[in-house]
């Protein structure tokens, strides 16, 4: 099993729609982060949480929510997605100590119409 | 605020070296990581400077000159399987989360 898991790996949703994205770890990492990639923008950091009771915006958290459930889960939610939604989502973990850097899952596809 | 700046695209030669620069710009320093991502797939770690110099790890090495905010990946005997993204990313004076750079497209033909 994957170190880091996100489901779904490939989602298609319609404007307006409520959709969750889900992300597991099994590294017993305290940090967990949500990015999403954009052609020749890189990886932009959404949200980010250092604990169970810890939840800090990123650069772009407009339009979006999580939820850190546990310290192995951390969830990111589009209210009301819509066609700039649309990117390729990754959650990532890390210890407090970042010379590791980060592991990161296997990314969600998300395509908004 | 945090700046980072890679080119774009890259093309090279199979067993030939490729040098991929980064410059940044930082409110606080805290280290500096480039990850390899494949088309579709999750970036995987490369390398962290931290201090000046180069580290080296077997055909992959980076530079770090904190005093120039510029870093290099270099990649040696280049092999096809090289082909990917290569993702420049620092730390700010918080030491707590990534800030990436657009990622730098390499291509390698035979």
């Known amino acids: 099993d994957a170190d880091v898991t996100q489901t779904p790996r490939n989602r298609i949703t319609k404007t307006g729609k409520r959709i969750m994205l889900e992300c597991s770890q099994t590294k017993g990492h305290d940090r967990m982060y949500w990015y999403r990639q954009d052609p020749g923008l890189g990886l932009r950091l959404i949200y980010y949480?250092?604990?169970?009771?810890?939840?800090n915006k990123g650069e772009i958290s407009d339009g979006y929510s999580v939820s850190r459930q546990a310290q192995a889960k951390f969830s990111l939610s589009l209210e009301s997605a819509i066609p700039n939604q649309t990117a390729l989502y990754f959650c990532?973990?890390?210890?407090?100590?970042?010379?590791?850097?980060?592991?990161f899952g296997s990314g969600t596809r998300l395509t908004v119409v | 605020g945090q700046n980072i700046d890679q080119p774009t695209e890259m093309t090279a030669t199979e067993g030939a070296i490729v040098q991929i620069n980064c410059t940044y710009q930082t409110s606080g320093f805290n280290g500096l990581f480039w990850y390899q991502q494949h088309a579709g797939e999750a970036p995987t770690f490369l390398s962290y400077?931290?201090?000046?110099g180069l580290e080296e790890k077997g055909r992959f090495s980076s530079f770090l000159s904190r005093s120039k905010g510029y870093s290099y990946l270099l990649l040696k005997e280049l092999q096809m399987k090289d082909s990917a993204s290569y993702l420049c990313a620092v730390t700010g004076a918080a030491g707590n989360k990534l800030t990436f750079g657009g990622g730098t497209r390499v291509l390698v033909k035979p």
């Open positions: 990532a973990t890390s210890t407090g100590n970042l010379e590791g850097g980060y592991t």
């Open positions: 400077n931290v201090l000046d």
């Open positions: 949480s250092f604990d169970v009771k810890d939840i």
